[in-house]
């Protein structure tokens, strides 16, 4: 069963950074591809950031240049960097993870960007 688990969210002043983590388990991790959405209330999901198994990695216009997504395999962990934040990118974060064409999704850390 795979599971997910995200960390480092919190509170945070806009202009700040924030480093978000995602661990993952019983997944063969370094085959997998990883993403990182976000939800604010009232809003739909949205992807931020894409990493494939070759370290290929995909953002939107409004994060590219703002947020990096990096994986360690040999800790099964992904990360999202965020910096220059702004307060619209107050949001709860997840990762998620596809494999065998399944999209399997951890609980969530909450962002929040406010002075």
């Known amino acids: 069963q795979v599971q997910l688990v995200e960390s480092g969210g919190g509170l945070v002043q806009p202009g700040g950074s924030l480093r978000l983590s995602c661990a993952a388990s019983?997944?063969?991790?370094?085959?997998?591809?990883i993403n990182w959405y976000r939800q604010a209330p009232g809003k739909e999901r949205e992807l931020v950031a894409r990493i494939s198994s070759g370290d290929k990695t995909y953002y939107p216009d409004s994060m590219k240049g703002r947020f990096t997504i990096s994986r360690d395999n040999a800790k099964n962990t992904a990360y999202l960097q965020m910096n220059s934040l702004k307060p619209e990118d107050t949001a709860v974060y997840y990762c998620n993870l596809i494999q065998a064409n399944n999209f399997y999704w951890g609980k969530g850390t909450q962002v929040t960007v406010s002075s």
């Open positions: 019983g997944s063969i991790f370094s085959r997998n591809v």
